[in-house]
């Protein structure tokens, strides 16, 4: 091949390389010039940001809610002390979390029973982080209450204003605020679903009117405060009812009406005494009799001298030497609630006060009788 071949067969391979680079070029380039000119502008530049405007009433209430309570809301972190076979001490571990509140000024903190059940000290933190080692004032495991107190400057005691759980309607807004998994100051929402709900406490006891909500509740909320949409607590959220153990649109919250009875009693002695009618029972032997007589409720054993019943006439049962001689008053309601055991009486009995009175139906020889008895 002659040089001017070989010249012309470069200069054909150059073109086709150009030729080639420019289709490639405008495969890239192309599309990009294209956008820039359909759309007027330099691609990347960040869209202009259409104004909010206000807030819906509704999220308005929300958002003030949550600001106002959040304060109030504490995080609580427990430990256990257990053996350590390797060292031969007993050493503290991490043994779970949960929520609470702060009830007064005075540095207590209402939490579940549950929370603490297994703990041997407990930690608060607060709505700021600053953190606080708390004391065991006392508890009631029948209604799953606890009180903690923590010594903190006054500035940060904000308690929690207090409504009534009665008077809630089905559909009412309610507001959940609590740890979920750990996760500090999260809100939840959602409506009061039923009420007058029955679950179990701790010790297998039921606790009764219990309110039912569909805001997300979920471990770590235990404790928490159920508020509102006025900002007052009406509940104490306690438990989800849920196969995996994650909120699954089914809650519960102990009603504050039993909260604000408990609380004030554990704060004031270390425990809730329970109200009394003034009388003894021995359940056997109740259930024993009762079952003869075709008569549902519980046989009063003893009453108590110058106690309730003893003031409203009620009378036990009298036992001799060889027989029966005889037999005791069987309370059959309290109020407008029928017993048929001792669980029965003192479930009834616990929506009353101490120092107020109570009806009381019963059964003497074939007759149904009722006295007001005032309760202990």
């Known amino acids: ?212 909500i569909d805001a997300a509740i979920n471990p770590g909320n235990s404790g928490g405060p159920l508020m509102d949409s006025a900002g007052r607590l009406i509940g104490v959220n306690t438990a989800i009812y849920s196969p995996s153990g994650t909120s699954a649109g089914v809650g519960f919250a102990i009603p504050v009406d039993t909260v604000n009875r408990v609380v004030p009693q554990i704060i004031a002695s270390g425990r809730y005494e329970p109200p009394q009618l003034g009388i003894r029972v021995n359940q056997d032997f109740s259930d024993a009799i009762t079952r003869r007589l075709g008569v549902s409720g519980v046989m009063i054993m003893d009453v108590v001298e110058g106690g309730g019943a003893a003031q409203a006439g009620l009378r036990g049962t009298i036992v001799g030497r060889e027989e029966l001689v005889q037999l005791g008053d069987v309370v059959t309601a309290i109020g407008e609630v029928e017993i048929a055991n001792m669980d029965e009486l003192m479930e009834a009995l616990d929506r009353y006060d101490r120092g107020g009175k109570v009806v009381v139906r019963y059964w003497r020889e074939g007759q149904s009788l009722s006295a007001e008895v005032p309760i202990e």
């Open 1 to 212: 091949m002659s040089r001017y071949e070989e010249s012309d067969a470069l200069q054909r391979q150059l073109k086709l390389t150009w030729i080639l680079l420019v289709v490639i070029v405008g495969f890239i380039a192309v599309p990009r010039l294209v956008s820039m000119f359909r759309w007027g502008g330099a691609v990347g530049q960040p869209r202009p940001v259409t104004p909010r405007g206000e807030l819906a009433s509704w999220e308005k209430t929300t958002t003030e809610l949550f600001q106002t309570v959040s304060p109030s809301v504490v995080y609580l972190t427990t430990r256990s002390r257990v053996a350590d076979p390797y060292y031969r001490r007993a050493i503290e571990v991490d043994a779970g979390s949960g929520s609470g509140f702060m009830w007064d000024e005075l540095g207590h903190i209402v939490t579940n029973y549950h929370v603490l059940q297994q703990a041997s000290s407990a930690r608060v933190v607060m709505w700021d982080h600053s953190s606080y080692e708390a004391t065991l004032v006392g508890g009631s495991p029948d209604h799953d209450l606890a009180v903690l107190r923590i010594n903190a400057p006054p500035e940060k005691m904000k308690p929690v204003l207090i409504g009534e759980s009665g008077p809630l309607l089905v559909g009412q807004s309610v507001f959940a605020i609590g740890n979920p998994f750990g996760l500090s100051q999260t809100l939840t929402t959602g409506i009061v679903s039923a009420k007058s709900r029955t679950i179990q406490s701790p010790t297998g006891r039921a606790i009764d009117e219990v309110i039912q």
